[in-house]
């Protein structure tokens, strides 16, 4: 039992700082941060929270534009089909027309 | 039916130049008179951008595609009325006025006294601007302009109007009279 006191008090036993324990400390505290490396910036940026950010970005700067444009290049799509089907039927209404008076005269 | 144009079929088998299109705004007033109107206008970017999305596998889009491939400008402009007299003559002065300067002719003109129908096909060739092809199609409750700018195979055009118009929905300018507005489905 005394033996286990002898030894707490030892090593419980209070001890000085080094002398110059205050400088290094200040010191360390006054360097500037080291620069991160590119991993460590990457780690940083795929942290969940970040992550989500470089989700909403990429969303916003590439899939919403190609959403905006296939929606424009469908309707252009659509309109040029109504067009040219439009354009394509008053044209062949005439010619059948045309045709149809052709073979009234030929039969007179 | 009186045939005011004795233009052969084979008239309209050719092609047309390119050029400027007409200007068809002097219609847009009669959206509001008009019980349906559909309004088209597809400029180059438009054109190709539209060309871009037709599938290859289709053949009436494939022939669409190829048909459009030189063309500038597709502006198509019709107008449905609920009764006679809702137009008139004079809307179609201006875009008769451009389709009076040279280098634009017509080379079919159909009025049919029974159907009340009047259609007529100008083409403008030759010379350094040529324009391409205009239809004006009118009738006592309906109007129909269609102004082609570029190369085109009218007869290819004639096949695939032999196809109908395909029920589609596109969006059409506001009518200020949303009662009467039936939509192409």
Redesign the interface.
């Known amino acids: 039992m005394s033996n286990l006191e002898d030894d707490l008090r030892i090593a419980l036993r209070r001890e000085e700082p080094p002398a110059d324990f205050t400088e290094r400390v200040l010191a360390r505290l006054n360097q500037p941060p080291a620069e991160p490396t590119w991993r460590e910036r990457l780690a940083v940026l795929m942290r969940p929270p970040r992550l989500q950010w470089v989700a909403v970005a990429v969303i916003v700067s590439v899939i919403i534009p190609a959403g905006v444009q296939y929606r424009k290049g469908e309707r252009a799509k659509e309109q040029l089909l109504f067009a040219v089907r439009v354009a394509g039927t008053k044209l062949h209404q005439a010619q059948h027309k045309v045709a149809e008076t052709g073979r009234m005269g030929t039969r007179l | 039916?009186k045939?005011l144009g004795g233009?052969?079929?084979f008239v309209?088998v050719g092609t047309a130049g390119y050029g400027q299109a007409l200007d068809l705004k002097g219609l847009e007033k009669l959206a509001a008179k008009a019980s349906d109107s559909?309004e088209?206008a597809?400029d180059g970017s438009?054109?190709r951008?539209?060309?871009?999305?037709?599938s290859a596998d289709d053949p009436d889009?494939a022939k669409?595609k190829k048909?459009?491939a030189e063309l500038k400008g597709?502006?198509?402009k019709?107008y449905e009325f609920a009764q006679e007299g809702e137009y008139a003559e004079s809307d179609l002065a201006s875009i008769r006025n451009q389709l009076r300067e040279p280098g634009w002719s017509r080379i079919?003109g159909?009025k049919?006294k029974k159907d009340r129908d009047n259609?007529e096909?100008y083409l403008k060739t030759g010379g350094s601007e040529p324009g391409g092809?205009a239809?004006v199609?009118t009738n006592p409750k309906e109007l129909?302009v269609?102004n082609?700018v570029g190369k085109i195979d009218?007869d290819e055009?004639?096949?695939?109007?032999?196809?109908?118009?395909?029920k589609?929905?596109?969006?059409k300018p506001k009518s200020t009279k949303p009662a009467d507005k039936k939509d192409h489905d």
Do not use: H, N, R, W
């Not at chain 2, 951008?49 to 037709?54: E, I």
């Not at chain 2, 055009?157 to 395909?166: F, N």
């Open positions: 039916m045939i233009f052969a079929l309209l559909t088209v597809l438009l054109l951008l539209g060309a871009k999305f037709l889009q669409v048909l459009v597709i502006y198509v019709t079919v159909v049919s259609t096909i092809l239809i199609c129909v269609v082609i009218l055009l004639s096949e695939l109007g032999d196809l109908g118009v395909p589609i929905d596109i969006e």
